[in-house]
């Protein structure tokens, strides 16, 4: 795969992650990552700056600061600044992110998972794409899980049926029905070439025009957890253009509500009625 070309404009980027008890050092990746990622951007220009706001969701204010010292102090190193977020308690995912994105101000901003790790060249491809392209307003990179298997984080309208294929059906069963969840993951997205037009983007890692995050007022903070993603990218998507690049790289090991127990599946189940109630049900027949 060719690089994108290179890009003059400036690269004023800001990054958000919600965490809620994430273990010190999954936090600790993450941020470093970010960082090396960071170190590949192209010299900021005149205004051009770059912060992470870790937002602490939890009840205890269980950050370990001390934990995550080496790679914030590299991010220091770089000129980057960090902020830590916490005593609110468990807002919800996208109320921690509206906090985050209140308090950045950069032309750019990234939402993300504390369970994610950025390739080192991220950023930097992910910026020179949206200054190239004034008619992107998110994209959504390539992702892999911890084995190494490929993550399909672009998604066209939700049915109800293929929610209850992917979370509670074994895997025979869901191989009865590959084509159609194929259809819903939008497998055939290229891995050579950019992809835009998509109508639904994963929360776990959005790169962001921050001016058209403003203008949708950021996550609707009535979504405590699930589909605030598959909100914000409906809602970005009526003014501008959602993309897939399939240069952008993360490592995301989350994923499979349905076997985090039954208070995942209750919240599922209640942020699943309030995006179909707005959006419109779809029981079977896919888009």
Not at 156 to 181: I, K, N, S
Not at 187 to 215: H, N, Q, T
Not at 257 to 276: C, D, E, N, V, Y
Request: glycine share 8%; with cysteine.
């Amino acid at each position: 795969m060719l690089p994108l070309p290179p890009n003059s404009a400036p690269q004023s980027v800001s990054i958000s992650i919600v965490s809620y008890d994430s273990p010190s050092q999954q936090l600790a990746m993450a941020i470093a990552s970010v960082g090396c990622a960071m170190e590949k951007l192209d010299p900021a220009g005149e205004g051009a700056a770059c912060s992470l706001t870790l937002v602490d969701n939890s009840e205890s204010g269980s950050v370990d600061t001390e934990a995550l010292s080496a790679p914030l102090a590299k991010l220091e190193a770089l000129g980057c600044s960090y902020r830590l977020i916490a005593g609110h308690g468990n807002v919800g995912y996208g109320a921690g992110q509206n906090l985050a994105f209140a308090s950045a101000h950069h032309d750019f901003h990234v939402f993300m998972n504390p369970d994610v790790e950025l390739d080192s060249q991220s950023l930097k491809l992910g910026l020179a794409y949206l200054a190239d392209n004034p008619d992107v307003a998110m994209v959504s990179p390539y992702a892999k899980d911890d084995a190494g298997n490929k993550q399909f984080l672009c998604k066209r309208y939700p049915t109800l049926f293929d929610f209850f294929l992917r979370g509670f059906m074994p895997a025979p069963v869901r191989r009865l029905f590959d084509e159609r969840l194929a259809r819903f993951e939008m497998r055939e997205l290229s891995d050579s070439a950019p992809s835009k037009g998509i109508p639904i983007i994963s929360g776990c890692f959005m790169l962001c025009r921050s001016s058209s995050i403003e203008k949708v007022a950021g996550f609707d903070p009535g979504y405590f957890l699930y589909f605030e993603d598959f909100d914000l990218s409906l809602r970005v998507r009526e003014s501008a253009s959602l993309a897939y690049l399939p240069v952008m790289r993360i490592r995301h090991a989350g994923g499979g509500s349905a076997r985090k127990g039954a208070k995942h599946i209750k919240m599922f189940l209640q942020s699943a009625r309030r995006f179909f109630s707005s959006y419109g049900w779809r029981w079977f027949k896919q888009p």
